[in-house]
């Protein structure tokens, strides 16, 4: 469904439950990322009554998400770290489309978001059938679900605002682009890291 070429290696998961106050932070500030985005679209789209509907949902969603991380955090006697770069969004980022028309950049917005979105939901996939802590399971297969949502909503928006290119040739695009720098991440105990 989500179309990507490389999935996560499970043993990931191993290096996740070394440390996972680390995961919940990153986690945390994922989502605090996720919302943002979607404020952010909203801001340079208010004119499009029908997305900016729907992204005020995800914004909410995804900070509804931020603060149950949050309270998993607290409830296990952690601490919420510092924000952390995320190398992995950070990369897809310089693959967007800088010239163009407006609802061109627009569209490749939204298609960085599914990317973002798929690739969250393919780790949390992961997380739920292979972490040992059966409460962490259960709660990253929860989000799966959500981020699956969330990727749906973003491609449909990007399909449906498209006009001056093809926007399934672009999302192929941005597929070849993540598998390309997606081996280099797996390593860390970061959602995308």
Request: glycine share 4%; net charge negative; charged share 30%.
């Amino acid at each position: 469904m989500l179309g990507l070429k490389l999935v996560t290696d499970p043993r990931w998961v191993n290096i996740v439950e070394t440390n996972i106050e680390e995961i919940l932070t990153d986690h945390a500030w994922c989502e605090q990322k996720a919302a943002s985005n979607a404020i952010s679209l909203i801001t340079y789209n208010s004119e499009l009554e029908e997305l900016v509907t729907e992204l005020l949902v995800i914004a909410k969603e995804e900070l509804d998400h931020l603060q149950l991380v949050h309270n998993l955090i607290k409830s296990r006697g952690l601490t919420l770290g510092r924000e952390r770069k995320d190398h992995y969004v950070n990369e897809l980022f310089k693959f967007m489309k800088k010239d163009g028309s407006r609802k061109d950049a627009l569209v490749d917005r939204l298609l960085f978001s599914a990317m973002i979105e798929a690739r969250s939901c393919e780790r949390f996939k992961v997380l739920s059938e292979n972490i040992k802590d059966p409460e962490l399971a259960k709660f990253y297969r929860d989000l799966m679900i959500s981020e699956a949502g969330h990727y749906t909503t973003f491609l449909g928006f990007a399909r449906k605002y498209v006009d001056s290119f093809d926007v399934d040739k672009r999302w192929q695009e941005w597929i070849e682009f993540e598998t390309s720098i997606i081996v280099n991440y797996g390593k860390n105990e970061t959602v995308h890291g």
